[in-house]
């Protein structure tokens, strides 16, 4: 399917706004994605993302804009758009007094299964997603993790070439939410094109290919990870040497070679500078080897998608994390490429 | 412009509109879900079960000497008119439970599907008849141990159940409606109670109407209930089918006719 639709838009969301009251939850989103890719919308608690998601998925009429899935228009197609898309909710979007089995039999069928031919999709879903053992029990037993995986399960059943995941893994534990991960990724590789929403920045780090940041119903910075990395400046250098008593020694070189101030951490004999020129530490760590200092550390940090966030919005996502007291999450601080050299 | 790549491209022949063929079948599988959540939670059908039992009892010793003499001779009387009433009353029970359901997420997962948008709501509806039929069947059978033997026959009972299972059927897309648009449960409940109190009382159902003062004898003689009331009376107690009959189907139709085309719509809009 990759081949096929390799370069066409999966999803063309142009100017979308969306008011409830007074507030405009979603003020002019423009959104392009790109077939068979992983797109992350990136954004606090109450950017946005859900009521954005749930106009590009038919389930809710933008004030204005359109939208267009695979070329077709959702406000004048929106059979057809429902028959290329799955949506995986951020509440899960199955039914609870039903078991596991039940929801996949019937929602097969409504998708136009015969009756063998769902229940052999529900037994193949099952058994992919892990859930055969509990398959006949009601789902007011299962598990956060269990629920989730039943209602992505249950997006897949047509295997549409795009699929919604509103914020596939808030509230799981870290395991399940590397295994979502893993599922997400195989998803992509068999041609599907995912969007996601997240207001973790690992998660779109590890996942995305393209990410929109989206802040009070607008998207602030949009592209690569990579380009939204560049866009808030330079690599950092961090250095530690084994001699705290040498600190100053050590700062006073690092300044002289690179011609910046170095800042000096809370922990003790640890340095971080801007590095603008790559080439230059050569120098400075032969200048620091004459000077008789030894180091104990040394690496170059790329910027992190919190301070993307920071730059972007004016605000930290910490804060906004806060809010949503009941999401166990310990990911703000994102786990960024961190590249010793030498 | 790649439109025609899609369709012939994935394999995928994209459908503009579900067809008349495909509703009724999504509305089926929707009736079926209904039916698996009554075997899953058979609490919900406390209703249909007991109040036949208790308000039959209770009204028809209740009222029997005073209006008809003695209970036996007012068995004829009290039976279609507490079937009516009970059964149109759990029918309301339709509008709530449509309400709780469509809070719940499995809904938005309905709405993103490609499936006709009223098989949700039919599928609810269909389902609930279930519910009129053990209404029916329990409030005739209370009858029958009280004493009442209706002389139209079986099948002409079985007829006027029927008959009333098809009316509440129709009645229900009322309160599917108020359901809809209504923002809780609860005030589904208090609206819908609110239409069905004055309907179903101000009616043949319990008492004759001659002895009621004007107005509300003008009010109860044009009143739904009391022509569906007259209908299931006629087919049981004399085994003919007369004008009521007509009457009532025909109400039946015309709510349908109002109120499913706007409970669809209402629904579409909220989504």
Same mark, same amino acid.
């Given at each position: ?9 999966a ?31 990136l ?6 993302? !859900?009521?954005?998601?749930r ?17 077709h ?17 951020q ?35 099952l ?10 029990r ?27 995941? #509103? ?5 799981? #534990?870290?395991? !399940? ?24 920045? #690992?998660?779109?780090?590890q ?7 989206i802040?009070?119903g607008?998207?602030v ?8 990395k560049?866009?808030?400046g ?14 100053e020694?050590?700062?006073?070189i690092?300044?002289r070679v ?45 910027? !992190? ?29 994102s ?8 | 412009?790649?439109?025609?790549a ?11 509109? *579900? ?20 075997k ?15 308000? @039959? ?31 149109i ?19 938005d ?17 269909l ?5 009129? @039929?053990?209404?029916t ?36 897309w ?27 009382f ?17 009010? *109860? ?26 009457i009532?189907?025909?109400g ?10 706007? @409970? ?8």
């Amino acid at each position: 399917m990759t081949d096929k639709w390799n370069g066409q838009w999966a999803i063309e969301a142009d100017g979308l706004v969306k008011a409830f009251g007074d507030k405009r939850a979603v003020d002019g989103v423009n959104l392009q994605v790109r077939a068979g890719t992983i797109y992350g919308v990136l954004g606090p608690n109450g950017a946005g993302k !859900t009521t954005t998601i749930r106009m590009l998925a038919t389930l809710l009429r933008p004030d204005a804009g359109t939208v267009r899935v695979f070329g077709h228009d959702a406000a004048k197609e929106p059979h057809v758009v429902r028959q290329l898309i799955g949506v995986t909710g951020q509440y899960a979007s199955v039914d609870e007094s039903l078991s596991a089995i039940e929801n996949l039999l019937i929602f097969s069928r409504l998708l136009g299964l015969g009756r063998a031919e769902a229940r052999r999709k529900a037994s193949e879903l099952l058994e992919e997603f892990g859930l055969m053992e509990a398959a006949k029990r009601p789902l007011k037993n299962f598990s956060g993790g269990m629920r989730r995986r039943l209602d992505l399960a249950a997006s897949l059943i047509a295997q549409p070439p795009l699929i919604f995941l #509103d914020e596939p893994t808030t509230g799981l #534990d870290p395991r !399940t939410r590397t295994q979502m991960w893993e599922t997400i990724r195989r998803l992509v590789k068999t041609g599907s094109t995912v969007l996601l929403t997240t207001q973790y920045l #690992d998660e779109a780090d590890q996942l995305a290919d393209r990410i929109a940041v989206i802040d009070h119903g607008r998207v602030v910075a949009e592209g690569t990870v990579d380009e939204l990395k560049a866009s808030v400046g330079m690599s950092s250098l961090h250095l530690r040497v084994q001699n705290p008593l040498q600190s100053e020694k050590a700062r006073q070189i690092i300044e002289r070679v690179l011609k910046v101030e170095a800042s000096l951490s809370a922990e003790a004999g640890k340095f971080t500078a801007p590095m603008a020129d790559a080439d230059r530490v050569a120098d400075l760590l032969i200048a620091i080897r004459e000077e008789g200092i030894r180091l104990a550390e040394l690496s170059v940090q790329k910027p !992190t998608l919190d301070e993307v966030f920071l730059a972007t919005t004016g605000h930290g996502v910490a804060a906004n994390a806060q809010q949503s007291s009941e999401q166990t999450n310990e990911s703000n601080e994102s786990k960024v490429s961190k590249e010793a050299i030498g | 412009m790649k439109h025609a790549a899609i369709h012939s491209g994935s394999g995928r022949a994209l459908k503009k509109y *579900a067809s008349f063929g495909q509703s009724v079948r999504n509305s089926l599988t929707m009736a079926y879900r209904g039916l698996l959540k009554l075997k899953r939670t058979p609490e919900q059908l406390f209703d249909v079960t007991i109040q036949p039992i208790i308000f @039959t009892l209770m009204f028809t010793y209740i009222f029997g000497g005073a209006i008809s003499g003695n209970v036996l001779d007012y068995l004829p009387v009290i039976i279609p008119g507490i079937l009516v009433q009970t059964v149109i009353t759990s029918s309301v029970v339709t509008g709530v439970q449509l309400r709780e359901d469509m809070d719940k997420g499995v809904f938005d997962r309905f709405k993103s599907l490609p499936i006709a948008r009223i098989a949700p709501l039919a599928g609810a509806l269909l389902a609930d008849t279930i519910r009129y @039929t053990i209404a029916t069947v329990l409030t005739f059978t209370m009858g029958y141990i009280m004493g009442y033997r209706p002389e139209g026959g079986l099948e002409h009972v079985a007829l006027a159940a029927l008959l009333v299972i098809a009316c509440s059927w129709a009645i229900s897309w009322i309160f599917a409606f108020f359901g809809v648009i209504a923002r809780t449960a609860s005030s589904v409940q208090g609206i819908s109670m609110l239409i069905l109190f004055p309907l179903t009382f101000v009616s043949n159902a319990f008492v004759p109407v001659e002895t009621m003062p004007n107005w509300l004898n003008w009010f *109860a003689s044009i009143n739904p209930v009391s022509h569906l009331v007259n209908a299931v009376r006629e087919l049981a107690n004399t085994g003919t089918i007369g004008a009521d009959f007509a009457i009532s189907l025909i109400g039946a139709a015309v709510i349908v006719a109002i109120f499913a085309p706007l @409970t669809v719509k209402a629904y579409m809009r909220k989504t």
